[in-house]
């Protein structure tokens, strides 16, 4: 991927919208960032494995929750840009069930200067859906599918399967601490332009490739107060039986209440993958501020 394009992703995301971290951070689980990192939208659902999940606190075993959030940016004179992001959620759960559901898209266009065309600078779509089934005490099982496409990470498709077990250490009204362990299949079709920039360089990619790991994640929850909420996460995967494909992602968000039904969500992510596509960055990072409205 030419580095032009994975500058003025990041320069259109600073802006304002996207508020992207200058720091060496990734929001869901990555390790230190340069500078030009790879771009990336300000709102993510469909993770390199399974966005970890949200059990209900101890004393709320059914619900119906639907949640939608949007913002947005546009600039005229000596530069020119426009971005736009919007996202769903979607849970419900009865006794010992629980499905939640989640969709994402960012579109970004910008130019650095008057005398330069606008050119796409952010493009992802992203979906996720999600099965839990409570059992006895404070265990618990999963399966989860997210899918993603990603024009400047080279992605047509990106999609993953993620099966596995959940263990509550603390499960109370206001915190929770939990952990996951299970398997990430993950199944990509590479875009056309990321094939034939990476054969430009020498390198020939097939336009499938397919990836088997080991997935360990830990999430916490507190609800500091009635108005603010504190959630934290990280995810390691490990490559079988290539251990060079590893990936980690953190991420961490404040939800303030500002009125009946809505809040502002701060979230940072961080994404690593120690070997991505020829020309992507390894590090993602991504700050985002956003205005949610809850209607269930």
């Not at 796409?120 to 006895?136: H, P, S």
């Not at 993603?148 to 099966?163: A, M, V």
């Not at 959630?231 to 992602?249: D, H, M, S, V």
Request: with cysteine; aromatic share 8%.
């Amino acid at each position: 991927m030419p580095t032009n394009r994975r500058h003025s992703a990041c320069s259109i995301l600073a802006a304002g919208l996207l508020l992207t971290s200058a720091g060496h951070a990734d929001p869901l689980p990555d390790s230190l960032v340069k500078v030009d990192q790879a771009s990336s939208g300000s709102t993510d659902v469909a993770t390199s494995g399974f966005e970890k999940g949200e059990k209900p606190a101890a004393q709320a075993k059914d619900a119906t929750e639907l949640q939608l959030s949007a913002g947005g940016l546009s600039s005229a004179g000596n530069s020119r840009s426009l971005a736009a992001t919007t996202a769903g959620k979607f849970r419900l759960r009865r006794g010992s069930d629980q499905v939640s559901a989640a969709a994402a898209a960012n579109y970004a266009r910008s130019a650095a200067s008057k005398d330069e065309g606008v050119k796409t600078t952010v493009e992802n779509f992203q979906g996720k859906l999600r099965y839990d089934r409570f059992l006895a005490g404070s265990f618990a099982v999963f399966a989860g599918a997210s899918a993603r496409h990603d024009r400047f990470q080279g992605l047509d498709l990106r999609l993953n399967l993620d099966p596995g077990i959940e263990y509550y250490f603390i499960d109370q009204s206001n915190q929770q601490l939990w952990s996951e362990l299970g398997y990430d299949f993950q199944y990509d079709v590479r875009s056309d332009d990321e094939l034939a920039t990476s054969a430009a360089s020498g390198t020939v990619l097939d336009k499938h490739d397919t990836r088997h790991s080991g997935r360990v994640f830990a999430g916490y929850t507190n609800n500091l107060s009635k108005a603010v909420t504190f959630a934290t996460g990280l995810e390691y995967l490990q490559g079988i039986p290539k251990t060079e494909n590893y990936r980690l992602n953190w991420d961490g968000s404040i939800n303030s209440t500002v009125g009946s039904g809505f809040s502002i969500a701060t979230t940072v992510a961080v994404r690593y993958d120690h070997n991505p596509l020829p020309g992507i960055e390894k590090t993602d990072v991504t700050t985002s501020i956003s205005l949610v409205y809850k209607l269930l």
